[in-house]
């Protein structure tokens, strides 16, 4: 069966530092990955979306950047986190070829002093 | 014409009692209609989806209505218990490999015992 898993599940980073979080998906190949930000507990704002390696989609420019090194890893990054960069962010997977069907990982929740 | 437009924001219903939200899309071309369900601190889950070549899908105390005709569609929770608390997002897409999910804004549901 495949299963999501994203990390830490908490962070507190103060502003000016950098920011890597990574995503990896187990029992499928070549999954639609995504990253999502949801503020004040609410809304899901897509900020990445990767249909393969090294290939990523920006929906929102901002203080953030993606990566996917692997095929079933994908990753979050900030050079220098903003107070603004505060929030729920979000990893999700769906099947290739198609948006059908996310599958959520647990989340991390990023507050930036 | 991307957006899905979710009402109400919030809602509060008795336990036994029915909650209904409500969504609206413009897009005709979205033929995939999901509903996520998030607990505090949880990533969504999917709950029930439907396709628009049926006008309602049932799963257990969950029904989702779809009128293709006014473009909208609704979530049923019959029953409701005071675990049902917990924000419902619907989302939308369409059968392409670089389509993403278009999420409404999500309704905080609060079913009072």
């Known amino acids: 069966s495949q299963t999501i898993h994203q990390w830490p599940a908490t962070l507190v980073q103060p502003v000016g530092s950098p920011l890597s979080l990574e995503c990896t998906v187990e029992g499928t190949s070549n999954p639609n990955l995504y990253w999502y930000r949801q503020a004040a507990g609410r809304g899901l704002q897509l900020l990445f979306y990767s249909v393969g390696i090294g290939q990523i989609s920006s929906e929102v420019p901002q203080n953030l950047s993606a990566s996917r090194p692997q095929d079933r890893q994908f990753i979050l990054s900030s050079k220098k986190l903003l107070l603004s960069d505060s929030g729920f962010y979000l990893c999700?997977?769906?099947?290739?070829?198609?948006?059908?069907?996310?599958?959520f990982g647990s989340g991390t929740r990023l507050t930036v002093v | 014409q991307q957006q899905v437009k979710q009402s109400p924001q919030s809602l509060i219903v008795q336990k036994g009692g029915i909650s209904i939200i409500n969504c609206a899309y413009e897009?005709?071309?979205?033929?995939?209609f999901p509903w996520y369900q998030q607990f505090p601190g949880k990533g969504p889950a999917l709950l029930i989806a439907?396709?628009?070549?049926?006008s309602e899908k049932k799963e257990g105390r969950f029904t989702i209505s779809f009128n293709k005709s006014a473009k909208q569609f609704s979530l049923h929770i019959m029953d409701s218990q005071p675990g049902d608390s917990a924000t419902y997002f619907c989302?939308?897409?369409?059968?392409?490999?670089?389509?993403?999910?278009?999420f409404g804004k999500g309704t905080m549901l609060l079913v009072s015992p």
């Open positions: 439907i396709r628009p070549d049926v």
């Open positions: 897009n005709t071309a979205f033929d995939y």
């Open positions: 989302a939308a897409s369409m059968n392409s490999g670089y389509s993403t999910l278009t």
């Open positions: 999700a997977w769906s099947t290739p070829g198609g948006s059908y069907g996310y599958t």
